[in-house]
Nanobody, 123 residues
Framework: QLQASGGGLVQPGGSLRLSCAAS????????IGWFRQAPGKEREGVSY????????DYADSVKGRFTISRDNTKNTVYLQMNSLKPEDTAVYYC??????????????????WGQGTQVTVSS
């Protein structure tokens, strides 16, 4: 089971750190992705981190502002979000990739999803 947390209400320009914690299995061998879904919009990939070499990638909309990381000792993946904008408002989800080597922003490539955490950026 995955548990996403850390969302909340923040002003534009603010920061939040999301956590994705696993229970019952180890994240160490999984590629982990963060996704978000705003009302009326499709779920979009935000970032992912590989279990093979720790490599990361980001959607163009968040590059330079978001940082994904993992702490294998805590079985947790983080998403540090800085310089938040109103358009970052969405429910954020973490998920495990179906295939550990497949680096993708497509939701179809992921199988185990957390319940989501709401991020609202507003003044």
């Amino acid at each position: 089971q995955l548990q996403a947390s850390g969302g909340g209400l923040v002003q534009p320009g603010g920061s939040l750190r999301l956590s994705c914690a696993a229970s019952g299995f180890s994240l160490n061998y999984h590629l982990i992705g963060w996704f978000r879904q705003a009302p009326g919009k499709e779920r979009e990939g935000v970032s992912y981190i590989s279990s093979l070499d720790g490599s990361t990638d980001y959607a163009d909309s968040v590059k330079g502002r978001f940082t994904i990381s993992r702490d294998n000792t805590k079985n947790t993946v983080y998403l540090q979000m800085n310089s938040l904008k109103p358009e970052d408002t969405a429910v954020y989800y973490c998920a495990t990739a179906k295939r550990f080597w497949e680096r993708s922003f497509s939701a179809d490539a992921y199988e185990r999803w957390g319940q989501g955490t709401q991020v609202t950026v507003s003044s």
